[in-house]
């Protein structure tokens, strides 16, 4: 069975006739559920198909295949997203109450790291597209501020790209980091397409981050949930991290997602080059087309301003809807009702579809015909830009102080100056506004003007009625 790559032994493995007196319940056998999912292929770890948690056979070959790929030392197979990935990443390089280095605009899962792990975060806020709303670069110099007020920092923390696909300067910051004898972490679980190709710019792993995460299933052909952690250098510990993978991951893991991960590595293996330079062929033609655009602006493409971020991830694109007469989430509910495309999100500014090299030459049509037919009846818009708000909210207390406290549900508009007990996010992107131990700004006490209400979410539900707080 040498040589034959995770799915082909799975799908022998599936013809075998061998009857599973073991996990999982459905033994395989679809035939009374009806529905059309790989049961076929659903086992569990029965031997000749390795341990995730110890890896030495079929799934160490995909790891190693993942790292060679990514030029990483070493890769962790993740079937818990990019957020189990961080997880284990964050508990593997910091100790109950180490100060860490944020980029205030990480995602929620690097948030539950560190509540998780008692750490206590400093917080790089990146500037504001005032256009749109879009976070931009992080810059080294705030990272090596930032060093320099916490020097006992443990670990930095940025994400590049971003949702949006807004890069930071990661040699830059891998060098500010690595002055102070520190790790970087980089959240690239949008950034999993990076390094294949010079039209996409290089990888976090190449750029020199010590940990790398990215989600195989947002930028790749791979099943929802599949994700890496690369990781290079010597400034991190493997066998904790090897101990805090295990630790956030399932201890039954998915042989499903496990082989969506390793055709996904395969394919851009045989057949990356090719499909790269297809994948640059009609994002270069769609970006042609944006030229031609009156009242929208495609994010990137010209009019954002002097030097508004480092760099940008080609295959996102995100349409600027402040210089016309339609929001965008009215401009996704256009495309969605007049034209069937579904976009990835809708902020009050712009519309963001999300491309891979999966997307074809047709599906890059509809959308550039669908917005030059939407922009050709637009109107000028007033030039709106987003309402100011301060960078950061003044800090009471780290979250994981607050365990035992008492809070209450307070009215919203009654909240300003109170401690929050919880989380408000906006949610896509997982980006939070406030954390718990932070005093609530006067401007999320009005009910975050400026900001798509319905994306955003608190931890217990009551925003934007109600946020928890302290009692006093
Ligand atoms: C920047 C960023 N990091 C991490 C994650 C978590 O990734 P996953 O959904 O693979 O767990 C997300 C998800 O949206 C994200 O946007």
Sequence with gaps: MDGLSLNELLNAYSLSGAYPMHMPGHKRNGSLLGAELPYRLDITEIPGFDNLQSPEGVLKSTAELAARLYGAERAYLSVNGSTGAILAAVRACAKPYDQVIVARNCHKSVYSAMEIGLLKPSFIAPDVDPDTGIARSVEPAQVREALKANPGAKLVVVTSPTYEGVLSDIRGIAEAAHESGIPLLVDSAHGAHLGFSPFFGESAVQAGADLTVVSLHKTLPALTQSALLLSRGGLTDEAALHNAVNAFQTSSPSYVLLASIDACLRLLETQGGRLFADYERRLKRFRDKMGRLRRLRLYGLKGDGPRPYYGLDPGKLAIATNAADITGPELAELLRGEYKIETEMAAPEYALAMTSLCDTDEGFELLSEALLKIDAGLKEGSARSMPERPALPQRAAF??????????????????????????????????????????????AKGAPGLETRSLHSTRGGFPLRLYCKKE
């Design 399 to 444: 979250p994981y102080e607050l365990a035992g406290e008492e809070g209450e549900p307070v009215e919203l508009c009654r909240c300003a100056g109170r401690v929050s007990m919880e989380y408000v996010w906006a949610y896509p992107p997982g980006v939070p506004l406030i954390a718990p131990g932070e005093i609530v700004p006067d401007w999320l």
